[in-house]
Structures are given as structure tokens and as C-alpha cells.
């Protein structure tokens, strides 16, 4: 059973549109870090959130981290063809635990089309 | 601040060899973690060296070792390659909370990985 869901796996949509991908989990998270893939290299950190509620914006990309702390979400508006790939959110089960604490999604797939 | 560095970037095996992969970490970061990606299970835990000393370790078989060294960069080791090995390992280092002597979270700064076909 995978314990983080990320929906959908795949999308794919014009430029200048706007997206939600989604990060669901019946477990309770510490903190909740996105990151970007692109092909041929490792994820790269977007942002971690730590409080329920908390939203943070990274200029077209907002990131909500769910009231009870098991969910988030990653909002891109006017998305453009260098946001494509993949994005992955890492749940964290207890604050500071270490490496076997952080639990990835599958990621979903995104592709920006000019 | 130079980043995760991972060689080799690429590598082709037989089924049945070993192979030793190498990860250099940010300086100043004394925790290393590995993982291995594939397309159907994504990004799987492998473990966590930290001060030369395991720490963390996911639910893979012997086959699959590690160790780090005093200067933090750390290898890893596969033996007796099976087909399903096939995947990108991934390094990351990250800041400990000893090293920051509070209750953190744990953010992993991530290498480009090496590539391993095994044929």
C-alpha cells in the first residue's frame, strides 16, 4: 500500500493554463516537501511546509499543506513548458527522524505543451 | 556550494556482477542517504550513513551495502547483479539535526544519479 497517493499520474496541458496536483495520505505528516525532476537528474527541493494550512508561493507555484496534516496540494498558474516533469512529494513521518522517516509519492508526470 | 556529485553517471553490467557506485555530499553535510528509482515502484528508500555509520535502512537484500568515509562521501555496492536492478540510484545529502542542533525537518539535497543497465 503506498502510503503517499499522488494524483494525477499524468498530465498533460497547453501553456498558459493552470493545474493542481494532488498529495493524499490517511497519515498524519511532521512536514511536506515537493520536489522537481527532470529527466536525467535527481529531484531537485521546491519547498517544504511544516504547519496545517500553511501555503507557500514560489512565484507561479503555490503549495498548501492540508488543516490535519495529511494532505497538500502544488497549484501552478500561466504554466509554462519549463515547469514540465515530474513532481514528487516526500511526507515526513516524525520531525528530524532521518532518511527512513521520508516517505515519496510516485510523483505525477507533468508535460507542458507550447 | 558545489552539489551532490554522483559517478559514474552511466554503467552497463552482466547479471551476476557487482558494481560500486560513488556519491560525494555537499560540504558540510555529514548525512547520506540512498535510494533507487524505478518507473513502476518510484523512489525507494535504500539507507542512511551518517558519521560513518549506518543509521536508517530500507527493506532491501544483503546484495545491496554501503559505507561512508571520514569525509562524508560514501559508496554503494550491489553484488550478484539480477535484471531487476536496473534503475537510477540516487544520492542525497542532507543536513542532520545534530548537525543543527534543533528538531528540523529533513530536507534531502539530491545528486543526478548513475544509471545502471544490467543486461
Known amino acids: 500500500t503506498q502510503l503517499l497517493e499522488q494524483s494525477p499520474q499524468f498530465l498533460s496541458i497547453q501553456e498558459g493554463e493552470n493545474l493542481t496536483v494532488y498529495c493524499n495520505s490517511s497519515?498524519?505528516?511532521?512536514?511536506l516537501q515537493w520536489y522537481r525532476q527532470e529527466p536525467g537528474e535527481g529531484p531537485v527541493l521546491l519547498v517544504t511546509v511544516v504547519t496545517g494550512g500553511e501555503v507557500k508561493k514560489l512565484k507561479r507555484l503555490t503549495f498548501q499543506f492540508g488543516d490535519a496534516r495529511k494532505d497538500s496540494s502544488l497549484h501552478i498558474t500561466a504554466a509554462q513548458p519549463g515547469d514540465t516533469g515530474l513532481y514528487l512529494c516526500a511526507g515526513e513521518m516524525y520531525s528530524g527522524g532521518g532518511a527512513d522517516g521520508l516517505t515519496f509519492g510516485k510523483g505525477t508526470h507533468l508535460i507542458i505543451q507550447p | 556550494k558545489a552539489g551532490v556529485t554522483q559517478t559514474p553517471r552511466y554503467l552497463i553490467k552482466t547479471r551476476g556482477q557487482q558494481v560500486t557506485l560513488s556519491c560525494s555530499p555537499i560540504s558540510g553535510h555529514r548525512s547520506v542517504s540512498w535510494y533507487q528509482q524505478t518507473p513502476g515502484q518510484g523512489l525507494q528508500f535504500l539507507f542512511e550513513?551518517?558519521?560513518?555509520?549506518?543509521?536508517n535502512k530500507g527493506n532491501f537484500p544483503g546484495r545491496f551495502s554501503g559505507r561512508q568515509f571520514s569525509n562524508s562521501r560514501s559508496e554503494m555496492n550491489v553484488s550478484t547483479l539480477e535484471l531487476g536492478d536496473s534503475a537510477l540510484y540516487l544520492c542525497a545529502s542532507s543536513f542532520s539535526i545534530r548537525d543543527r542542533g534543533q528538531v528540523d525537518t529533513y530536507e534531502q539535497y539530491f545528486g543526478p544519479g548513475t544509471r545502471l543497465t544490467v543486461t
Open positions: 497519515s498524519v505528516f511532521s512536514s
Open positions: 550513513y551518517f558519521s560513518e555509520t549506518q543509521r
